[in-house]
């Protein structure tokens, strides 16, 4: 009897087996299938992986995790370091990516590595082979990567996409970006929008052609091109890979003069943010080419601005330009975070979005049409504009501290000219460069880390040549101030006041996270992390990382502990570029790591 029973319920039994191994596969698939575009999507409430530059798409940088705060940080010690070894030091400003117990961060030189999150073992290394000749404008640093499916995807400093299968970092395709003799390179982290690879490009002092790609992710073939300079054809790209024409961006020589919109610049050389709320992709656009603005009358769309694109379609939605007939290179590639502005006249809340700009002013606009909010300095001293017209959205300009026209006042065309010098706050390195800021929705401040320095600057003629600097200007980078020149500062902005700043010696070249523990990290040349109070910028605790911190830190949970994560070695643009300011910090040392913390066990 007992066996007729089990012949008996056999078949039922077969039946569940079925049914439990099929969600098994189906387990199984999902895992396979990797990162998602849910994944993706949910990213800045999502607290056991970072998969998006900027924790989340919108870029906000804020992390709900609150284990580690201004009662425990003290307790914030080494978990594990790792070096990226080598000779090959310079500037790192990785952001790293945390999924499914690994660790994704790129260094100098274009590397990518996989670390064990755990134990800062290395999983696999991928170093792209660079050809001789490449022309990074400000060291040979990487931002970060992105994560899709099975795929790690990062740019080159060959201006080449190259993704990696994430378990084995192996080449899964690549993808040229464009030319590098002509000056091209990419040095931006990705992002996923929709399954797809959203870039730009580096090369802005080379007269490229500055523009927002989409490509699909899986395999890299390209859906869409749109271009950032008034004039040149977007292009969208059907099933065989042709390019269909899209558009021109702006009507040709409408704000370019002659020929000179075809070498135009305007580079989109940091990464584009996503916020699903209005559907839009924001990307910051740097500055028009040459430097020297007399060549090129006019506003010179769509530089040093912020350009909202339809992710689907690849059309320019609506643009803010910041710095209309750019003079000084204030390029507008800042970061565009989204967040809820309570308008102070009608108390509604607003979709908007904040920008640090270059040239001093932070700024509010609405993040569905691209109406200023709000315009103020988070700098103590702003000279080429004396202020925005809140009605026309267009800066104040003040003419006398444009570059001297070197066609009139320097001997015309003849060669070393130069118009008259002027001196202007803030340099061309920015009030905010490409350090990205964070927001925290606890206290409704963004934390901007902050710069004050000035430049003499003058314009020299210039002709354009494939592949060689592009600029008509000379400058000399000189600081402020005696006591300082970084400084991290709280901004309000709706108030458009500074909350509290904490100085800092050397220039501040690092990102910020803010977190749901009421603290704010950030790195310093001098090689600290610190942590400090989100509401009243008291600094609770620091670490020596052996060398400076220019990168963004990172936080994440597992098993109920937090971590937090930063990626040290000095380098960027400070030190090539810098001048008497790079003087005043040239005692400080490169390097090339990643440094892993968390609260010790008492």
């Given at each position: 009897?007992?066996?007729?029973?089990?012949?008996?319920?056999?078949?039922?039994?077969?039946?569940?087996?079925?049914?439990?191994?099929?969600?098994?596969?189906?387990?199984?698939?999902?895992?396979?299938?990797?990162?998602?575009?849910?994944?993706?999507?949910?990213?800045?409430?999502?607290?056991?992986?970072?998969?998006?530059?900027?924790?989340?798409?919108?870029?906000?940088?804020?992390?709900?995790?609150?284990?580690?705060?201004?009662?425990?940080?003290?307790?914030?010690?080494?978990?594990?370091?790792?070096?990226?070894?080598?000779?090959?030091?310079?500037?790192?400003?990785?952001?790293?990516?945390?999924?499914?117990?690994?660790?994704?961060?790129?260094?100098?030189?274009?590397?990518?590595?996989?670390?064990?999150?755990?134990?800062?073992?290395?999983?696999?290394?991928?170093?792209?082979?660079?050809?001789?000749?490449?022309?990074?404008?400000?060291?040979?640093?990487?931002?970060?990567?992105?994560?899709?499916?099975?795929?790690?995807?990062?740019?080159?400093?060959?201006?080449?996409?190259?993704?990696?299968?994430?378990?084995?970092?192996?080449?899964?395709?690549?993808?040229?970006?464009?030319?590098?003799?002509?000056?091209?390179?990419?040095?931006?982290?990705?992002?996923?929008?929709?399954?797809?690879?959203?870039?730009?490009?580096?090369?802005?002092?080379?007269?490229?052609?500055?523009?927002?790609e989409a490509r699909d992710a899986k395999t890299g073939k390209m859906v869409w091109m749109r271009p950032v300079v008034e004039g040149h054809m977007g292009y969208t790209y059907d099933k065989d890979g042709k390019p269909v024409e899209n558009g021109i961006s702006g009507t040709t020589n409408a704000t370019w003069p002659g020929d000179l919109w075809k070498t135009g610049g305007a580079a989109t050389w940091q990464a584009a943010y996503y916020d699903p709320d209005v559907d839009l992709i924001f990307m910051g656009t740097g500055n028009p080419s040459p430097w020297n603005s007399w060549l090129r009358p006019g506003d010179n769309l769509y530089s040093s601005a912020t350009v909202a694109i339809d992710p689907d379609t690849g059309k320019i939605a609506w643009h803010y330009q910041s710095t209309p007939h750019d003079g000084w290179d204030y390029d507008g590639v800042n970061e565009f975070v989204s967040f809820e502005y309570k308008d102070p006249k009608t108390g509604q809340l607003v979709k908007a979005g904040g920008k640090a700009d270059r040239n001093g002013f932070f700024f509010v606009n609405d993040r569905t049409n691209g109406k200023l909010l709000n315009a103020f300095p988070f700098v103590t001293r702003i000279d080429w504009a004396k202020g925005i017209d809140m009605q026309t959205g267009r800066p104040i300009f003040d003419e006398e501290k444009r570059p001297g026209n070197p066609f009139t006042e320097g001997g015309g065309t003849v060669e070393g000219g130069k118009g008259k010098v002027v001196f202007n706050a803030p340099s061309f390195l920015g009030g905010k460069n490409q350090m990205p800021m964070a927001f925290s929705p606890d206290t409704g401040l963004f934390y901007v880390p902050s710069n004050e320095w000035g430049m003499d600057i003058w314009n020299e003629p210039v002709s354009y040549k494939r592949g060689a600097a592009y600029l008509g200007a000379g400058f000399t980078n000189k600081p402020l101030y005696e006591d300082y020149i970084g400084a991290m500062r709280a901004v309000d902005p709706v108030s458009g006041k500074i909350v509290w700043e904490v100085k800092n010696n050397a220039p501040l070249w690092g990102g910020v996270l803010t977190t749901g523990g009421n603290l704010v990290f950030y790195g310093t040349p001098?090689?600290?992390?610190?942590?400090?109070?989100?509401?009243?910028?008291?600094?609770?605790?620091?670490?020596?990382?052996?060398?400076?911190?220019?990168?963004?830190?990172?936080?994440?949970?597992?098993?109920?502990?937090?971590?937090?994560?930063?990626?040290?070695?000095?380098?960027?643009?400070?030190?090539?570029?810098?001048?008497?300011?790079?003087?005043?910090?040239?005692?400080?040392?490169?390097?090339?790591?990643?440094?892993?913390?968390?609260?010790?066990?008492?």
């Open positions: 009897m007992k066996k007729h029973k089990q012949r008996q319920h056999l078949p039922a039994m077969l039946s569940a087996l079925a049914i439990a191994m099929a969600g098994f596969g189906a387990a199984g698939n999902a895992l396979a299938a990797g990162v998602t575009d849910e994944d993706i999507l949910k990213d800045a409430e999502t607290t056991h992986q970072i998969v998006t530059h900027g924790l989340g798409t919108k870029g906000q940088r804020y992390s709900p995790l609150a284990k580690v705060n201004p009662d425990t940080v003290k307790d914030l010690v080494p978990v594990w370091a790792f070096s990226f070894g080598g000779e090959k030091q310079r500037g790192q400003q990785s952001q790293p990516l945390i999924y499914d117990g690994k660790m994704y961060v790129t260094g100098s030189y274009s590397r990518i590595y996989a670390l064990d999150v755990k134990t800062g073992a290395k999983l696999w290394k991928y170093e792209h082979r660079l050809p001789e000749g490449i022309m990074p404008c400000c060291d040979v640093i990487n931002r970060g990567a992105a994560i899709y499916g099975d795929l790690v995807i990062f740019g080159t400093l060959d201006a080449q996409l190259v993704a990696l299968n994430k378990d084995t970092g192996k080449v899964v395709w690549r993808e040229k970006i464009d030319d590098y003799k002509a000056g091209y390179s990419m040095t931006a982290a990705p992002q996923i929008v929709k399954g797809k690879v959203i870039t730009g490009v580096s090369g802005g002092e080379f007269g490229v052609m500055g523009r927002v001098e090689g600290f992390l610190k942590a400090v109070n989100a509401k009243t910028g008291e600094e609770l605790w620091q670490f020596q990382t052996g060398s400076g911190v220019i990168a963004p830190p990172v936080t994440w949970d597992d098993n109920g502990e937090q971590y937090v994560a930063v990626v040290s070695g000095w380098g960027g643009a400070v030190p090539l570029w810098g001048g008497d300011v790079a003087k005043r910090v040239n005692y400080l040392e490169q390097g090339g790591s990643v440094w892993v913390f968390k609260l010790h066990k008492r």
